[in-house]
């Protein structure tokens, strides 16, 4: 983390996921503003515009600054509060975890998203993942399995795992059919070579095998069936 507190830009005192967990503030990879920062080609200014000219910006601490082009960025606020008719029952400050600055009205939620003040109300992205990371991957998955189950999409009694999630469906039953041919092998050659040494179908020890090994890897497949 670079210290910007010479040059106006303030410290939150704590890291990089910290600050996004706790207080929604953002971090991002320097693309050169750091430098021209430093050098004194981009300035820190803290006030409010209070009006405009024809050719600058003036602010509420009696300034004005000559301007060609202004452009608001001034981060992201929900604005939860707009939507809910008892955003009271629904929303509090200060909830660290939420994504967003503590000043925002943030949900109040399980953890996973879903409201819990009322089990059928869900707030996607509100809530962050283990890697800090809002809404992604496995996280949003879940979260939308929670609410197709809510809906009766999905049965009650179901569980959530990775062979759901559409990225793993080749891998999971890439690994599921291996598993299956390692079981029905391992059955028949353990069979065979059984067979071959109790001599159950005739003299030669090799047909002995093989149809032993036959006859494993065919009671394999009915058990896996059988366990479907």
């Known amino acids: 983390v670079v210290d910007l507190t010479p040059y106006g830009v303030e410290s939150t005192g704590s890291g990089f996921q910290a600050s996004n967990i706790k207080e929604g503030r953002i971090g991002t990879f320097d693309q050169g503003a750091i430098t021209f920062i430093r050098s004194g080609k981009i300035k820190i200014v803290k006030a409010h515009i209070s009006g405009f000219t024809e050719s600058s910006v003036l602010l509420d601490n009696d300034t004005e600054l000559k301007a060609d082009v202004v452009i608001l960025a001034t981060g992201f606020g ?9 955003p009271e029952r629904f929303l509090a400050r200060g909830q660290e975890g939420k ?13 996973r998203s879903r409201s819990t003040v009322d089990d059928s109300l869900f707030f996607p992205a509100f809530d962050q993942a283990a890697n800090a990371g809002t809404a992604m991957g496995f996280w949003g998955w879940s979260t939308g399995f929670l609410m197709a189950q809510r809906l009766g999409l999905v049965p009650a009694e179901a569980t959530f795992g990775l062979d759901m999630l559409p990225e793993r469906q080749k891998d999971v039953i890439f690994r599921r059919n291996l598993r299956r041919f390692l079981f029905v092998a391992s059955a028949g050659l353990a069979t065979g070579s059984l067979c071959g040494q109790a001599r159950l179908f005739g003299k030669s020890k090799f047909w002995q095998q093989v149809w032993g090994g036959a006859l494993g890897s065919a009671l394999a497949v009915v058990s896996l069936q059988l366990a479907r």
């Open 99 to 111: 994504g967003i600055p503590l000043s925002c009205l943030s949900p109040l939620t399980d953890g």
């Open 78 to 86: 929900p604005f939860l509060e707009e939507f809910l008719q008892e």
